[in-house]
């Protein structure tokens, strides 16, 4: 398995190996069923999912064209097998694609980008920092980076965009993050605490005992799971 992703429909995209093809995509609703199956002959297909509207299955591969490699977004319509667009990110290498607010959005090592309707680039927001040290694109109707100035060291900037590459809010940060998870509400675990934002970085809770937790999921009701090395547990602000 190479990727697996829910939409808010809980309908599957799951990107794997496959005997014969560079890699295979298919999407399942959320009975379980398989609804579309495509495999790739000449292409490495890195990331997938399947957009709000439960119409189309988006894809990032990862090929060559002139000796570097190129990532490209391709959009299929779960009814066929050709597709019906495809956006080619030159110079940018593809980290993760997702869909809020209804578009579809990915996220590169130099930017935050959002597809217009017809699969071509609209909005973006490049990088105020030049290290992208997090994401997510989880949120209800934004996303959320942690960008670094150094390669090294905790001096970094903490952003939230929206669907249309805007930027919505920034904060800067001395402390190390060890990761970030977005529902309504953006969840930052940092080296000694737990802070719950709103989408424009207004701290909404936080919890100082994190136990030693290393990862954190946001959940749709506003509550938090943080994650130890052997067990979860449940913080509700």
Same mark, same amino acid.
Do not use: I
């Given at each position: 398995i190479i990727s697996?992703?829910?939409?808010?429909?809980?309908?599957?995209?799951?990107?794997?190996?496959?005997?014969?093809?560079?890699s295979s995509v298919?999407?399942?609703?959320?009975?379980g069923e398989r609804v579309f199956t495509f495999n790739s002959s000449n292409r490495y297909m890195i990331d997938a999912c399947v957009e709000r509207g439960g119409k189309h299955v988006a894809v990032a591969t990862l090929g060559s064209e002139d000796a570097m490699f190129v990532s490209t977004i391709r959009r299929y319509a779960l009814d066929q097998e050709t597709a019906v667009s495809a956006c080619v990110l030159d110079d940018s290498l593809l980290y993760e694609l997702s869909s809020f607010g209804g578009t579809l959005v990915a996220v590169t090592d130099d930017r935050f980008l959002a597809l217009s309707g017809d699969g071509s680039l609209g909005g973006s927001y490049d990088y105020a920092y030049p290290y992208?040290?997090?994401?997510?694109?989880?949120? %209800?109707?934004?996303? +959320?980076?942690?960008? *670094?100035?150094y390669r090294s060291g905790s001096a970094g900037k903490l952003v939230t965009v929206g669907a249309e590459g805007n930027l919505i809010a920034s904060l800067d940060t001395q402390r190390d993050v060890l990761d970030i998870s977005a529902g309504k509400y953006l969840a930052v675990l940092y080296s000694d605490?737990?802070?719950i934002y %709103?989408?424009?970085? +207004?701290?909404?809770? *936080?919890l100082t005992d994190t136990q030693y937790a290393r990862g954190v999921r946001m959940?749709?009701?506003?509550?938090?799971?943080?994650?130890?090395s052997q067990h979860g547990w449940l913080?509700?602000?």
């Open positions: 697996a992703k829910l939409n808010s429909s809980d309908m599957l995209a799951l990107v794997t190996d496959k005997s014969g093809y560079k298919s999407v399942y609703n959320a009975s992208l040290r997090g994401s997510t694109l989880g949120g %209800t109707d934004f996303g +959320a980076l942690v960008l *670094s100035r605490e737990l802070v %709103t989408s424009d970085l +207004a701290e909404y809770a *936080s959940r749709a009701d506003g509550s938090a799971v943080l994650l130890g913080f509700v602000p």
